[in-house]
């Protein structure tokens, strides 16, 4: 059982499912990338726990030199492996991690809207459906026009939790561009189109609570 959210990263050495889900938030990183226009791409990542996810995209991807990001996480020890990993790649004037409060709207000021949102691994830890409706309403700040989302949500006891997030996607003016389950069939992965105009001031200063916990995931983990 992950006893923190360092802790928790180490999982990824050895769950199927963890290493699945990578495998489909990287391949939508990497086609959301490719749609862009020409010139800079902006990627915000918020809970971005170590960045593998937009960094491993970055060690191989074409528009890499293009990609202008900020990753916001709250452990320390991830952001500065984080660091690390933007460094060995040279990429360290472009790719900004901050070790702070991602729930705060004015931790991405100045880099949104983007042409990328990475929100992995948040939306299961999430007090209710209020919030996560809060959350994704507040996106319309976040995004250009034609920007993607790009989520993961856990589905628990037979219970497709995915089906409400797609659905409230789609009342936010986001359109589905992809979905997919993991192979271990207990994880969602989705990819959402910003289809209308950018609001220019955020809707709420707070715009979620982060209330889930390591040991929790660990749990969803563990047993398929
Ligand atoms: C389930 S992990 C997901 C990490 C990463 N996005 C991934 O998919 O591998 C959730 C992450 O959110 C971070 N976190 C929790 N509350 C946060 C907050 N208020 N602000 C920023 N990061 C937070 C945790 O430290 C943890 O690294």
Not at 154 to 169: L, M, N, Q, T
Request: one cysteine or more; hydrophobic letters at 40%.
């Amino acid at each position: 059982m992950a006893k923190d959210w360092f802790a928790w990263h180490d999982l990824y050495n050895s769950q199927e499912l963890l290493q699945q889900r990578l495998a489909i938030v990287q391949k939508y990183i990497s086609d959301s990338l490719d749609a862009a226009p020409a010139g800079t791409i902006q990627v915000v990542s918020a809970c971005s726990g170590d960045g593998r996810d937009l960094l491993g995209v970055l060690e191989t991807h074409p528009r890499a030199k293009d990609v202008r990001a900020r990753l916001v996480e709250l452990d320390p020890k991830l952001v500065e492996r984080g660091k690390e990993a933007i460094a060995k790649l040279g990429l360290t004037d472009q790719i900004e991690f901050i070790n702070g409060d991602a729930t705060l709207t004015a931790n991405f000021a100045g880099h949104v809207p983007a042409d990328v949102i990475i929100v992995a691994g948040i939306f299961g830890n999430l007090p209710n459906e209020e919030v996560l409706q809060k959350l994704i309403r507040n996106l319309t700040y976040f995004a250009k026009t034609g920007a993607f989302a790009i989520w993961t949500r856990g589905e628990r006891d037979g219970f497709r939790y995915s089906e409400r997030v797609r659905a409230i996607f789609q009342e936010n003016n986001f359109s589905e561009a992809d979905f997919q389950l993991t192979a271990t069939g207990n994880m969602a992965v989705g990819r959402h189109r910003f289809d209308s105009q950018t609001i220019s001031e955020p809707l709420d200063e707070h715009f979620f609570e982060f209330t889930g916990t390591p040991e929790k995931a660990g749990l969803l983990v563990s047993t398929p």
